[in-house]
């Protein structure tokens, strides 16, 4: 089984439309979740961390759900701006973290 | 601030010749360090991690390895490189919540 599970997609979703991006990881005792963004031929950024309550950054919010190893990521309103891949990155022993080979996703005008 | 500079942006090496990828740090000390690889249309791949200076961990055996000779430069080198070292090569130093922070990266095409 793969550390970080993403559905690859390509999520094609019109301006406006709310999208959201599911991963599993395999590590039950990993202690740190987080969503970067990457952008085509460009280096992942981070987006927002993941907290066990739940956390909202303006039009995006992320779930963690400890008991089925699941993180979510909700973009509400979405934006052309938008297009990139989402990558799901769980911590793991040491100093490393696991990244997601990512959700692939285009907005539309 | 803190800020990480890698160059240079673009490489094309022929096959068996050297390589050497420089990544500098500014704004913080005694960073956690990372070189990661992203090959066309994969995930990252951890190469080498270093806590300090001349410490490095390695995650994956093969023919790249790496050096921290100062707290805040971390420098990746080959002395004969393979086509399949061709791809995306990133920098990254760690934060205080254990997230990581990217250089622009280095495009390495190996001919």
């Known amino acids: 089984r793969k550390e970080v599970e993403q559905d690859p997609g390509p999520f094609n979703v019109p301006e406006g439309a709310t999208v959201a991006f599911n991963c599993t990881y395999s590590?039950?005792?990993?202690?740190?979740f987080f969503w970067y963004r990457q952008d085509c031929r460009k280096e992942p950024k981070l987006l927002m961390s993941?907290?066990?309550s739940g956390n909202e950054d303006g039009r995006f919010t992320a779930q963690l759900n400890r008991a089925s190893q699941y993180i979510s990521l909700l973009i509400r309103d979405s934006k052309l701006s938008d297009s990139a891949t989402y990558l799901c990155v769980v911590s793991r022993s040491g100093y490393a973290l696991n990244f997601g080979k990512g959700t692939s996703l285009l907005v539309t005008p | 601030s803190q800020t990480i500079h890698q160059w240079p942006a673009t490489l094309v090496q022929p096959v068996g010749s050297p390589l050497s990828l420089e990544c500098t740090v500014e704004?913080?000390?005694?960073?956690?360090l990372y070189w990661y690889r992203q090959a066309a249309g994969r995930g990252l791949q951890l190469l080498f991690y270093?806590?300090?200076?001349?410490?490095i961990s390695s995650e994956v055996p093969q023919n790249l390895s790496a050096s921290r000779p100062q707290d805040r430069q971390f420098i990746l080198s080959s002395k004969k490189l393979l086509l399949s070292d061709s791809g995306f090569y990133l920098c990254?130093?760690?934060?205080?919540?254990?997230?990581?922070?990217f250089g622009p990266g280095t495009r390495l095409t190996v001919t």
């Open positions: 990254a130093w760690r934060g205080s919540r254990s997230e990581q922070y």
């Open positions: 704004g913080t000390s005694n960073p956690n």
């Open positions: 590590n039950s005792a990993s202690q740190s």
């Open positions: 270093s806590v300090g200076i001349g410490q």
């Open positions: 993941v907290y066990s």
